[in-house]
Structures are given as C-alpha cells and as structure tokens.
C-alpha cells in the first residue's frame, strides 16, 4: 500500500477539510513493538513538540506472545513520557488473531484498556471489527487493512481526535 492512500494522511486531509489547525507525522515503523516506539519516543517527542501523541503500537508484541504486563509497562512509560511533555496521549486498542488462545487473547486486548485507565489516556476501541470480516478491507495476512479501507479508519478515529483538539 501506498502511504499515500494511509490513514495517517487521509487523516491530514481530513484535517485540513476541517480546519481545525492539525496535522499528524507518522513516526510509524513497520514491525515495531512497544519497546522500540519506547526506545525512539523521547527524541521524537523532542523534535516534533506535539500537542496529541497517537500510540498505536502493541500489535506486534502481541503476535510475538510478549508478556501482556511488559506491555502495559511499556505503554504506561510511554503515556509518563507523552504527559511529561505536555502532550495528551491517545492510546489505540488493539486486538490479535484468536488462535493464541483465550487467556492471552483477552489478556492482550485488556492491556490498553487497563494502560488508558491507569494513565487517564484517551482510548480508542478496537476500529477494525467491521472490516475483519470482509475480505477486501484486509490484506492477505488477515490482520493489516488494505487501502480500501483506510478512509473507513479516519472516520472512526477522527470524532477521538476532535474530542482532544
């Protein structure tokens, strides 16, 4: 997919159609984990002095069956970090494929719900349920959203950032 036709610049048209006086960076990283985006989240914090930080990570932690407590730690060190820097974090629910059976399964989707509450973080929930089900929407790995379907992302994530802004 074209990072063009992402969510994340869709969302900056939206933005700009609006008026509200916003734009996103995507700081984004294929693959990345919780612990990377904690690794690199100081210096961009630094170089962007952003208002609103996005966490969207997770994801990969959770295909990889990472201890959901490392997670949480992760995404409350990254919520101090975001609050330190007089930004207000966003965290973005995630969900994994439910042959990791369950107990991780319930487990992994609680993390950001639990990271939200302790962190009195804005929460965004789980935004693919409608289009998990449509084979269109999805990439042939059944987890990643295709380009179709990034528009459909925006108009559900955007009431979250107005809230904020």
């Known amino acids: ?11 900056n048209q939206a933005l700009v159609k609006r008026e509200l006086g916003y734009r996103m ?13 904690l690794k690199r989240l100081p210096d961009l914090l630094r170089e ?3 208002q609103i930080v996005v966490l969207e990570l997770g994801g990969n932690d959770g295909l990889r069956g990472y201890p959901t407590t490392k997670i949480l730690d ?17 965290i973005i629910t995630m969900r994994i494929p439910p042959n990791y059976g369950p107990r991780y399964t ?14 009195n973080a804005a929460l965004v929930p ?7 089900v449509d084979a269109q929407m999805m990439q042939d790995d059944g987890i990643h959203p295709t380009a179709k379907a990034q ?7 955007l009431p979250f950032l107005i809230d904020l802004m």
């Open 126 to 132: 789980f935004l693919f349920d409608e289009l998990a």
């Open 74 to 90: 992760n995404l409350l060190q990254m919520t101090d970090l975001v609050k330190a820097a007089g930004a207000e974090p966003v």
């Open 151 to 157: 528009p459909i992302l925006v108009e559900g994530f």
């Open 25 to 37: 960076v995507n700081a984004s990283i294929s693959g990345e984990t919780t612990i990377g985006g």
């Open 1 to 11: 997919m074209n990072i063009d036709d992402g969510w994340v610049n869709l969302m």
């Open 48 to 50: 962007h002095a952003p």
């Open 106 to 119: 319930r487990a992994f989707e609680q993390v950001f719900a639990e990271a939200a509450e302790q962190s």
